[in-house]
């Protein structure tokens, strides 16, 4: 039997590859963070090479993008291409529902305004990330804010029932900086049972730019197991 480690990334690796054979020629496409997106950038740049396709990216964060540069996808900007024919990404968790939590990787805004430009937003995951409810295991809801409303949000936040805590950098002294120049607040809300809602509650806080909820953006999501791949079914 394989190692965890091993197992999961085996898993993810799996939902990369399979997503990325939604990728045609002539595609303009969202290229999301995280190490099962990475994945799937890998292929995509396999795929150019072998089947000489033409294709453009959009990266999601700098992670993406050098990362797309190494396996020489040509990148290209929202600017240029407002529409985008596909996008795939990661997710932390993912509920009975299709909603999401992303963001760990901290660049939750990028990602969701690449998602919503996008005509199919793949999500790509181990299985390990399907939970019943959103929130479970302690997992926390992203949410990016500007550094100059930190208190006020905070505040806000908690009393809407959440426990914020900034996200800090590793190797470095203060808090993780954004892509955007913001920073993270790492919050617990608890079991989140109405996504919809608590969207709609934390985005109406002044100083708030983003949140990790995905709600009801997927269109098709794929969950990698060690012995191959399983699609959920969207409501979209």
Request: glycine share 10%; proline share 5%; with cysteine.
């Amino acid at each position: 039997m394989k190692p965890e480690r091993e197992w999961v990334e085996t898993a993810k690796k799996n939902a990369a590859l399979e997503a990325a054979k939604h990728v045609r020629d002539g595609f303009v496409i969202g290229l999301g963070s995280g190490s099962t997106a990475a994945y799937a950038i890998e292929e995509i740049g396999r795929k150019i090479k072998k089947e000489k396709l033409r294709v453009l990216g959009v990266p999601t964060s700098y992670q993406a993008f050098q990362l797309a540069v190494e396996n020489d996808i040509p990148l290209t900007t929202l600017e240029e291409h407002p529409e985008l024919d596909l996008a795939i990404d990661g997710a932390d968790q993912i509920d009975e529902k299709l909603n999401l939590i992303k963001g760990i990787g901290g660049a939750l805004a990028r990602e969701k305004i690449v998602a919503s430009a996008s005509k199919c937003f793949i999500i790509v995951a181990d299985e390990k990330k399907k939970v019943k409810t959103l929130g479970e295991n302690s997992q926390p809801l992203p949410i990016e804010i500007l550094p100059f409303a930190k208190t006020l949000v905070e505040k806000r936040i908690e009393k809407i029932g959440g426990k914020p805590c900034l996200r800090t950098g590793t190797g470095k002294v203060g808090p993780v900086i954004t892509d955007n120049g913001n920073i993270i607040l790492d919050v617990d809300f608890g079991l989140i049972q109405d996504p919809v809602k608590l969207e709609v509650d934390v985005k109406s806080i002044t100083g708030v730019v983003e949140t990790g909820l995905f709600v009801r953006m997927a269109d098709i999501i794929y969950l990698g197991k060690p012995s191959g791949v399983a699609r959920l079914p969207t409501a979209k």
